[in-house]
């Protein structure tokens, strides 16, 4: 599966300004398709394990905090060349930088408050998604499940 999946997360500023439908319509626009979703907030101890790669960052208290200000959206998509494809759709971390058209462009209010996240690679993809799914609970278009 690897390859045609990736992982995003509808961050709270996005949520809370009432983003989720516009997002999840560009998304699915674009081709991808939904195999596992839900609205769920955060725990301090699992954003901090979910990004425990940058602990040692100066960034990273104020990361789990935001992170766990209010709710997510987070899915798991599948289309083919999906980690490549939706960092284009999203765009550039910093919506300054972002191309015209794309979330992060339309969406996102500042470089920490960035309306999504998605998966950097592959291998983070199934990682980042198995962190948030059971694979029990990831679907194709005909309801079979795919764990």
Known sequence: MAGNITFTMIKPDAVKNGHIGNILKMITDAGFRIVAMKFTRMSAAK???????????????????????????AAVLQKENAVEEFRKLIGATNPANAEEGTIRKLYATSLGEN????????ENALREGSFHFATSEWFDANGNCLG
């Open 115 to 122: 309306a999504i996240h998605g998966a950097d690679s592959d």
């Open 47 to 73: 954003a901090s394990k979910f990004y425990d790669i940058h602990q040692e960052r100066p960034f990273f208290g104020e990361l789990v905090e935001f992170m766990t200000s209010g709710p997510i959206v």
